[in-house]
């Protein structure tokens, strides 16, 4: 059975930097995709980050182009932990983030949509304020 746990929201400055993770059971991450997500109040879930199943050039995946050069996505395969890493955060950055996985064949999902996907974690809360 798979099971997400996502961890590292909080509070944060502007300019500040986070680390969420996002530990994954019943997964092995040598097949599953795994992507962030984000909800900010009334707005739809929006993609992130993807990483795919193998750790080629083109595993990553951008979906928001707000965060590029600025957020990193990475896996530990020893916990079964995939990591985004938050630099240089910004007040519209504030939301509730998702990690979220799929059975991949190489490549993460195209379009970055919550549907996409399988299997999600309960959230973390990011909060970016002075």
């Known amino acids: 059975q798979v099971h997400l746990v996502e961890s590292g929201g909080g509070l944060v400055q502007p300019g500040g930097s986070l680390r969420l993770s996002c530990v994954a059971s019943?997964?092995?991450?040598?097949?599953?995709?795994i992507g962030w997500f984000r909800q900010a109040p009334e707005k739809e879930r929006e993609g992130v980050l993807c990483?795919?199943?193998?750790?080629?050039?083109?595993?990553?995946?951008v979906y928001a182009d707000s965060v590029e050069g600025r957020f990193t996505i990475s896996k530990d395969y020893v916990n079964n932990t995939v990591f985004l890493q938050m630099n240089s955060l910004k007040p519209e950055d504030t939301a509730v983030y998702y990690c979220?996985?799929?059975?991949?064949?190489?490549?993460?999902?195209?379009?970055?949509?919550?549907?996409?996907?399988?299997?999600w974690g309960q959230g973390t809360q990011v909060t970016v304020s002075s």
């Open positions: 019943g997964v092995i991450l040598d097949y599953y995709a």
């Open positions: 990483i795919s199943s193998k750790d080629t050039s083109d595993g990553t995946t």
């Open positions: 979220a996985t799929v059975i991949d064949d190489g490549l993460c999902p195209l379009r970055g949509k919550p549907q996409e996907f399988d299997h």
